[in-house]
């Protein structure tokens, strides 16, 4: 079902005006971070970094239970600051490669901690368009930030039902390679 927007606003709620920011979704290893550079050399936009893999980086450690909130605002804050500096400089997109739902995601799979998806949710719905990047290519292991496989296709599961039930409207992004980025950039091209 296609959402309704309210006069001078897009559908996801952002002004007419306003870059359009687009979220990537998808568990582990489904090629995000490198979709949302192409993304953004593409189309000229600011792209935002996944601040859960600073995180990682700099501690040399996953983050606890008590930490996934911090996450979370931190890449919302980020969006907003990205948000802020495309409208400044007359960009049309920030491409932000996962949103604070993938993060409130993982901590309701890894630490039975529901507790951020409500605020989480509600954001989701301000995207313009929100991507989900499916588990087509190879697992490839990452440091300490990627588990396995198996974990990958249960958080997509997860993911996708959780999008569905919330009647959050998302696009499948699929293939390998320039394909891939060629698929995202057809769907992109559909919004207004």
């Given at each position: ?19 359009r920011r687009v979220a990537l979704l998808g568990a582990e290893s489904t ?66 490669d996962t949103s604070p739902l993938m993060v409130a995601l993982y901590s ?24 989900v990047c499916m588990p087509d290519i190879d697992w490839v292991a990452d ?50």
């Amino acid at each position: 079902m296609a959402a309704t927007a309210e006069p001078g606003r897009r559908p996801g709620g952002e002004r007419l005006n306003a870059p359009r920011r687009v979220a990537l979704l998808g568990a582990e290893s489904t090629g995000k971070s490198s979709l949302a550079l192409a993304l953004g050399d593409r189309l000229g936009g600011i792209v935002v970094a996944e601040y859960l893999r600073e995180f990682c980086d700099r501690a040399g450690r996953v983050p606890r239970a008590d930490e996934q909130a911090g996450i979370a605002a931190e890449q919302a804050r980020r969006e907003n600051l990205a948000v802020e500096a495309a409208a400044g400089r007359g960009m049309g997109w920030v491409i932000c490669d996962t949103s604070p739902l993938m993060v409130a995601l993982y901590s309701a799979d890894c630490f039975d901690d529901h507790s951020l998806l409500a605020d989480a949710i509600g954001r989701q719905r301000g995207y313009a368009a929100t991507l989900v990047c499916m588990p087509d290519i190879d697992w490839v292991a990452d440091g300490i930030m990627r588990m396995d496989a198996e974990t990958r296709d249960r958080i997509h599961r997860q993911l996708v039902g959780l999008l569905d039930a919330h009647r959050i409207d998302w696009s499948p992004v699929t293939g390998f390679g320039e394909e891939r980025i060629e698929s995202a950039v057809e769907m992109l091209s559909r919004i207004e």
